[in-house]
């Protein structure tokens, strides 16, 4: 599959939609991440939910890689914990709030931001680490799933399965309406749907090839997104 194809892949989500991507710690998430975040650049608003500086670790990586990451300074970030500065941190929530409050924060930062938007969650699995009291199911549609059915919001969550239980990533992935693992396979990076809407979809496989990813990357961000 192409590049463009998978973009173009991407630019059919529907609003109100949460997607789910899982992927294990040694797959170069940092260029799955940047998909549907150029590709909301040119169809609507982008916002990072961004939990213990999970986003400075995906710009770190692309950075080494040698790809331009300035425009990434444009980006709204709502800031869960951490103490980094990556992007342009619109709100500040304490984990360590009582869940409504910070729910009723984390909503309002999304609303200052009016019409079609696409909502990138990094790090969901750490917040559920430090909220042990609190069920996950909770967390996950707090944080998660709030959106969902909104005429003006796509989420798109990357969770890391390999730190979180079989039990809360099924929790999870009841909330999506769509559901990709990411892995790494001889060079590519493959996605495989193991839940969608659209039945047609399900178990289908779309790859692309990493090196080609990374060629993409620094062909657009050199000239400019």
């Not at 769509?178 to 659209?198: A, P, Q, T, Y």
Request: hydrophobic share 45%.
């Amino acid at each position: 599959m192409t590049i463009e194809e998978i973009m173009e892949d991407f630019r059919t989500l529907c609003p109100g939609e949460v997607i789910i991507i899982e992927y294990s710690s040694l797959v170069p998430v940092h260029l799955a991440v940047f998909i549907p975040l150029i590709t909301a650049v040119d169809r609507a608003g982008v916002i990072v939910s961004d939990i213990f500086d999970q986003f400075h670790v995906m710009r770190a990586h692309l950075s080494l890689g040698g790809i331009d990451t300035s425009w990434i300074d444009e980006i709204p970030v709502v800031k869960f914990g951490g103490t980094l500065q990556t992007g342009k941190v619109i709100k500040r929530i304490s984990v360590l709030n009582p869940t409504p409050v910070w729910h009723t924060g984390y909503l309002e930062a999304l609303r200052a931001f009016p019409g079609l938007k696409v909502v990138v969650v990094l790090g969901p699995e750490k917040f559920m680490s430090v909220n042990p009291n609190i069920p996950t199911s909770t967390l996950c549609r707090k944080l998660i799933a709030s959106s969902m059915g909104s005429g003006d919001t796509v989420t798109v969550a990357f969770i890391n399965r390999d730190v979180v239980s079989e039990s809360t990533l099924e929790d999870i992935r009841e909330i999506g309406t769509r559901v990709f693992e990411l892995n790494f396979e001889e060079g590519k990076l493959v996605l495989r749907v193991v839940k969608s809407i659209d039945p047609s979809h399900q178990r289908c496989r779309l790859s692309v090839d990493a090196q080609e990813l990374v060629d993409y990357l620094h062909s657009i961000t050199g000239a400019g997104i």
